[in-house]
DNA sequence: GAATATAGTTTATGTTACAAACAAGTCTAT
DNA sequence: ATAGACTTGTTTGTAACATAAACTATATTC
C-alpha cells in the first residue's frame, strides 16, 4: 500500500469538481458549473482552461439565446485520469490496517 | 451531494500521506514518515511542523542512539480531521449517480 | 441610448510546495 | 585528536498555484 502520485491537475478542490461533475453529467455549461461548484467565474474560468489544455475535458464555445455559451464534456482522457486519481487518493484514506 | 470544502491542510500530497500514516501506527518518527513516503526531508519537515502547528500531530523531539529523533503521533483533533476530509472528500469521487 | 445584466477572460497578489543549501552534532579511522 | 563522512533535521529561495478583483464584450431593458 504505497502512497501513489496524485495527478497535481486533478488534485485541487475546483478541478476535481468539475471533472467529478462532468464525469456524471457528460455534458455541462459555464453556468451550470459556476452553480454546482460555487466557485467565482474567474477561478472557473482559470480552470477550466486548464482542463481543457491539458485535454482531460472539451471546451465548445457557442451561443445560446444569443448569449455566450460554453459547453464543456469530459474526455475519455479525462474519464481516465479521473479513475486514476480516485484508486490512487484511496491508498490515502484507508484508516484501517 | 455538495462539493464540500476540503480542509487545505490536509488535501497536500504529503501532508495527507504523514497523517494517514500517523492514524494507522499512533506512532511515527522522522526517518519512519521519510521511508514511507518517499519524501525529502526538506519537504517534511516543513510539513510536520504544519501539522503540528495546526495542532493535527505532536512532535517530541528527543534523542535515539545518540542522534535526534523526532517523534510524531497524531491528536485527536488530527483525527477528527482526517476523518472530515476522508468525508468530505468522497462527495467528489462518487461517479455513479 | 443609457443603464443594467450576462458571460466569460485577464491580471495582480498573496500563498504554497518543494528541493537545494545549510546547520549541528556523531561516528570512524588514523 | 582531528579530518572526513554520515545522520538528522531546518532554513531559504524560487517557481508554480489558487483565487478574486478588474476588465471586455455583447445583450436586454427602460
Redesign the interface.
Known sequence: M??T??DPLL?N?LR??IV?LL??VEEGDFNFLLE???STRGNLSVQITKLKEAGYISVNKGYKDNYPNTACAITYQGIRA??AY?AA?KG??????
Open positions: 504505497a502512497f502520485p496524485l488534485h478542490q476535481l469538481a467529478s464525469v456524471s454546482k461548484t460555487g479521473f479513475e480516485v487518493i490515502y484514506l484507508n484508516t484501517g490496517a
